[in-house]
């Protein structure tokens, strides 16, 4: 099986500051051990490989104002496995730099699956949640969308929750839910069957992400025509255009979140 990993590391990490600032964010900084965590999320990326799983490519999505720290930092890990680089205009959700990923995916590796990680996660468990990982690889079908959930330990009000159903390692998502205040993520905990979300996500890039969201891709057809996508993907606005002209769909007919199965491993990423 292939996998393409996408790292994430658009963000600005304010909550952080001031040691992470807006030119300099928390992914960028080593806070624990002698890597960044930028470059930790590269080197667990590539520890996914093994005799099953090969690696085509790394994307990483990252924004101008960061594309010269990423450049440093990669240098400085001397990789062997092949990189490349794609530069959102300006820092957006995880949403349409996933949707620009996927896009990069199709035109250079169409079947490998998306592995798409943050770059400021910080991993203790690296043997229990290379195993977590590889389980949500296998299960990663070419309509659905794979998450990892992380066994919550308290009523935390900084992340987002998933509310699953089932039983065995692989759940069905019911919904997801926004960073709650402190009784709701209490209500939510004593009722069971959310975990946290870790923003990891595991998809095929060709019908698993591009058919959820036609608002991304009218807002990726806006800034091609804009000239203000850098990245080297060739020919990013007819490949846009391409996939519209084929996969068009109105929101009414395309797939719902719900029928989205999850990983959720209650020892992965526990701290």
Not at 210 to 236: D, F, P
């Amino acid at each position: 099986m292939k996998i393409t990993p996408v790292i994430l590391c658009g963000g600005s990490g304010t909550r952080l500051w001031p040691l992470s600032r807006q030119h300099y964010p928390k992914q960028f900084l080593k806070l624990v051990g002698d890597m960044t965590l930028f470059q930790q999320s590269i080197s667990r990326a590539i520890t996914l490989e093994n005799d099953d799983i090969q690696i085509e490519e790394i994307l990483i999505v990252s924004n101008e104002n960061h594309r010269f720290l990423v450049l440093e930092q990669l240098d400085e890990l001397k990789l062997k496995t092949p990189v490349r680089i794609l530069l959102e205009p300006e820092p957006k959700n995880t949403a349409p730099a996933l949707t620009l990923a996927a896009l990069g995916a199709q035109e250079t590796n169409p079947d490998s699956v998306l592995v798409v990680t943050p770059a400021d996660h910080y991993v203790e468990d690296l043997k229990s949640f290379v195993v977590a990982m590889h389980e949500a690889i296998q299960v990663t079908g070419e309509d659905t969308i794979v998450t990892l959930g992380i066994n919550p330990t308290r009523p935390y009000t900084g992340f987002g929750y998933i509310h699953f159903e089932g039983e065995g390692l692989v759940k069905n998502v019911l919904i997801f839910k926004e960073k709650p205040d402190y009784e709701t993520a209490q209500r939510m905990i004593d009722q069971g069957q959310h975990a946290w979300n870790g923003g990891i996500l595991f998809c095929n890039p060709r019908p698993g992400w591009m058919r959820l969201s036609e608002v991304i891709l009218k807002y990726l057809i806006q800034l091609a025509r804009l000239g203000k996508i850098r990245t080297k993907i060739n020919g990013l606005s007819d490949l846009i255009k391409n996939y519209l002209n084929t996969h068009h769909r109105t929101p009414s007919t395309m797939p719902s979140w719900k029928s989205s199965p999850s990983v959720s491993n209650k020892k992965t990423l526990r701290s």
